[in-house]
């Protein structure tokens, strides 16, 4: 008979569940439909998708998902957890990071490449997150995950060569289609941009769907389609007129789904463009560079400041407030730990001198002690500082701003007796930050900063005299 002796249950508390009928690819939630074998050549690559559908071919080219798999960054963490858990989170990271890999089993784990070994695998399976990977999506399985939503690759994928996507009267030469539902909506991502920590009570890691649906944009049926696969500009308008792309008066996004097809209202761009400028150029993909330039303008379309000046005693007090004005969800989200948004703020008088600064790069590209930065704080389960996402058990401090909110946050500095002052604020953002890609990375890589809004203010006293906001 089975006695559970004390190892047994602690084992049992820490390690994420084995493999079962519900849960193949334990930890992560993927299935393949119908309980079949996937195997690689059931997908087909991109290229074989371009012929027809150019246009979604060269938003994808270049984008995140195409280096999902290949990202230096998640490749080095991914190996990290593998020697750190004993594998245990092997399925879980490449679950999201190349679903087609992980159902057809193919990765290879070689310890002997990379900072702390390395995966490979053939064909379409290294292209990340691929056409065949969103479109062979036949269901979720929201009903069988532990934490009861959307997460850790709750997806079925089917092997059949059935594309699945938002038409209902497709008739596609190439391939059978079937139309669904789930595609035009947030619980597609959210199957992937929902990310929890098997090892340590599913604690919400990543969580930018639930994010969204506190929000307004949910309450407007605004889904992340409506400002991810669409241009910048239209994004812009979806946060400010607060309606979804096919609400809104001439989009221009109409056109063919693909050559020879019929002219559709609304084409979706492929480039899924969120705040990373860094990785792809990194990488040298094709097509990587309009997407880092599209992040950028992404970037300075979200927040906008606002700054007030208050007297007493001859201490000036400043209140620098930071706004999530188009964001669908947290600013940042998904990595909130990692990712850095944060202010600097500089304050001269008329001389030059300075009175008041804060949050500027240092020589070696790290932030100054002190500096504001809009982040969550992760720990792990003792309370200590901890970046590791197997090792992380909460968020101590969570300073993320939420979508349409706002942050407030005060200076001091001493009030120019006379004359004028300058203060400029401005709000920078970066992937990681450099310890991060000195720790993970086996070549230096200077992380780049985006200058997200910036204020150019001159006061006297606590009368404002003129602003610009020119970036
Ligand atoms: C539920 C799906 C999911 C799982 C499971 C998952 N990831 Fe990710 N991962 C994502 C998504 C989505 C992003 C993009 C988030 C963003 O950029 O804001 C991401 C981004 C990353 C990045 C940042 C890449 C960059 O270039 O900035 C790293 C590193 C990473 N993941 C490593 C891992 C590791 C290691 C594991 C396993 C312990 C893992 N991921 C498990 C979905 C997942
Ligand atoms: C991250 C998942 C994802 C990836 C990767 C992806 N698609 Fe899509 N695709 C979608 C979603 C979601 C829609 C539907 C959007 C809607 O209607 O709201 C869509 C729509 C489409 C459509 C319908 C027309 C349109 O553009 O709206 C076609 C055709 C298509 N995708 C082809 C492709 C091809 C080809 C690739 C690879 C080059 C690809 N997709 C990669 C998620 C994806
Ligand atoms: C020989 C041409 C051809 C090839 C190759 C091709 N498609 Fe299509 N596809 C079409 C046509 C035509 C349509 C219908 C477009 C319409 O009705 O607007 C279509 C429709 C689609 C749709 C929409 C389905 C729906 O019901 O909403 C998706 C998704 C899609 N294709 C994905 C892919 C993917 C992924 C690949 C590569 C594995 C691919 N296609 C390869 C011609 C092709
Ligand atoms: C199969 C899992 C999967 C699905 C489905 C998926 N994503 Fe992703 N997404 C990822 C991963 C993994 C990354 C990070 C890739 C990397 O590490 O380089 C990512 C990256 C992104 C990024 C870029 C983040 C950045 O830092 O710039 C955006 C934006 C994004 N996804 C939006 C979406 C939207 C919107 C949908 C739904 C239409 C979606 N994704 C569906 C797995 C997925
Ligand atoms: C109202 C428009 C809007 C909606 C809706 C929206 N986003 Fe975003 N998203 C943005 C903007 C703008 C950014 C860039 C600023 C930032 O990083 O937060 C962004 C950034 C991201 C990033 C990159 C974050 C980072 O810094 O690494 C991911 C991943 C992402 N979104 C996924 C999603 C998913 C998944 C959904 C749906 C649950 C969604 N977004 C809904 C506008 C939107």
Redesign the pocket.
């Known amino acids: 008979m089975f006695r559970p002796t004390l190892l047994t249950l602690l084992l049992c508390a820490t390690l994420p569940a084995a493999a079962s009928d519900n849960q193949p690819f334990a930890p992560?939630y993927l299935t393949v439909k119908e309980g079949k074998e996937a195997q690689l050549k059931q997908f087909s690559s991109p290229e074989t998708c371009k012929r027809c559908h150019p246009r979604q071919y060269a938003g994808w080219q270049g984008s995140?998902h195409s280096i999902a798999f290949i990202?230096p960054?998640?490749q080095a963490?991914?190996a990290l957890?593998t020697v750190e858990t004993d594998g245990a989170?092997h399925n879980?990271?490449k679950?999201?990071?190349t679903a087609i890999g992980t159902v057809a089993e193919t990765i290879s784990y070689d310890s002997e490449t990379g900072k702390f070994g390395g995966f490979t695998t053939q064909g379409v399976a290294e292209r990340g997150v691929s056409c065949e990977t969103c479109h062979s999506v036949s269901a979720t399985n929201i009903e069988h995950t532990a934490m009861g939503e959307h997460?850790?690759?709750s997806l079925e994928l089917a092997t059949d060569r059935i594309k699945r996507g938002p038409f209902d009267d497709a008739k596609a030469r190439g391939h059978k289609t079937e139309y669904s539902e789930l595609h035009t909506r947030s619980e597609f991502c959210a199957?992937?941009?929902?990310?929890f920590n098997p090892v340590h009570g599913n604690f919400p890691l990543?969580h930018t769907y639930e994010e969204w649906k506190q929000s307004d944009y949910a309450k407007a049926d605004i889904q992340c389609q409506d400002c991810h696969m669409v241009p910048v500009e239209i994004a812009v308008r979806v946060a400010d007129e607060m309606k979804p792309v096919s609400e809104l008066e001439q989009h221009r996004l109409s056109g063919q789904a693909a050559r020879g097809g019929p002219v559709r209202s609304v084409v979706h761009d492929h480039g899924f463009v969120?705040?990373?400028a860094?990785?792809a150029p990194l990488l040298g993909v094709e097509g990587a560079e309009a997407h880092a330039l599209e992040a950028k303008t992404r970037l300075q379309t979200v927040a906008e400041l606002e700054t007030a000046i208050t007297e007493t005693d001859g201490k000036a007090q400043l209140n620098v407030t930071v706004y999530n004005r188009r964001a669908g969800h947290d600013l940042p989200?998904?990595?909130s730990f990692i990712?850095q948004v944060w202010l600097e703020v500089v304050v001269e008088d008329a001389q030059g001198k300075t009175l008041l600064r804060s949050g500027s790069l240092q020589a070696d590209n790290s932030l100054p002690e002190g500096t504001v930065v809009f982040q969550d704080t992760a720990v792990d389960i003792d309370g200590k500082p901890e970046h590791k996402?197997?090792k992380i058990a909460r968020f101590s401090v969570e300073n993320s701003i939420p979508a349409k909110g706002s942050k407030t946050v005060q200076y001091a500095f001493p009030m120019p007796a006379e004359g004028q002052y300058q203060v400029t604020t401005t709000l920078h953002y970066r992937?990681?930050d450099q310890s991060v890609a000195d720790y993970l990375l086996e070549e230096k890589v200077t992380v780049p900063s985006i200058t997200m809004s910036t204020l150019t203010q001159r006061f006297e006293g606590a009368r404002l005299l003129s602003s610009d906001n020119t970036l």
């Open positions: 992560s995140m990202d960054v998640y963490e991914a957890g989170t879980l990271c679950g999201c990071h997460g850790n690759a199957n992937c941009h929902n990310v990543e969120g705040g990373n860094v990785l989200t998904s990595l990712r996402p197997w992937s990681f």
